[in-house]
């Protein structure tokens, strides 16, 4: 079970990879795109930057599902570097369950948020404000399935960079 977990993940987590990429692509777009309107033609654009914006947060919260698999995200890791067998294992669950924990806070009132604005539009894009918001839920949930991944296989990639 565990292996198919991990292979579902893998599958997600490139998807999620490959979208946040995608969002990046779009916002370096639409950023250059408003330069020019603003500062060529003078006539900058309505929709531009909300669009830059909201790729660059959709961009942030799938690209950390990636970080949060790879075990990449910025940690203060003298605590794991220095502990050994047991107290290791222990750390790793510990700091497992804390992220699953914040994850859930995260899913929970990104949720609520955006079902709460749901009515609200984007100011030059006319649309709802909780596509931005769901970056949050959406981001959140699959974060949680990298974490568990990410137990089960742990993947270290700021330590194996550190100086």
Do not use: N
């Given at each position: 079970?565990?292996?198919?977990?991990?292979?579902?993940?893998?599958?997600?987590?490139?998807?999620?990879?490959?979208?946040?990429?995608?969002?990046?692509?779009?916002?370096?777009?639409?950023?250059?795109?408003?330069?020019?309107?603003?500062?060529?033609?003078?006539?900058?654009?309505?929709?531009?930057?909300?669009?830059?914006?909201?790729?660059?947060?959709?961009?942030?919260?799938?690209?950390?599902?990636?970080?949060?698999?790879?075990?990449?995200?910025?940690?203060?890791?003298?605590?794991?570097?220095?502990?050994?067998g047991a107290?290791?294992?222990?750390?790793?669950?510990?700091?497992?369950?804390?992220t699953l924990?914040?994850?859930?806070?995260i899913l929970?009132?990104?949720?609520?948020?955006?079902?709460?604005?749901?009515?609200?539009?984007?100011?030059?894009?006319?649309?709802?404000?909780?596509?931005?918001?769901?970056?949050?839920?959406?981001?959140?949930?699959?974060?949680?399935?990298?974490?568990?991944?990410?137990?089960?296989?742990?993947?270290?990639?700021?330590?194996?960079?550190?100086?």
């Amino acid at each position: 079970m565990i292996k198919q977990l991990l292979k579902f993940e893998s599958h997600v987590t490139d998807v999620m990879l490959w979208l946040a990429c995608t969002f990046l692509v779009l916002a370096a777009s639409f950023g250059i795109y408003q330069v020019i309107t603003r500062f060529v033609f003078s006539e900058p654009s309505t929709w531009s930057e909300v669009g830059t914006r909201m790729a660059l947060i959709w961009m942030v919260f799938l690209g950390t599902v990636a970080a949060f698999r790879h075990g990449a995200l910025v940690s203060v890791d003298l605590a794991y570097r220095i502990s050994k067998g047991a107290w290791r294992k222990a750390l790793h669950l510990i700091i497992t369950t804390v992220t699953l924990i914040f994850l859930a806070v995260i899913l929970w009132f990104g949720i609520d948020i955006t079902w709460k604005v749901r009515f609200q539009e984007l100011a030059g894009l006319e649309i709802s404000i909780s596509w931005a918001y769901l970056a949050l839920p959406v981001g959140a949930l699959f974060s949680m399935l990298a974490v568990i991944a990410h137990y089960f296989d742990p993947v270290h990639e700021e330590l194996e960079t550190a100086l």
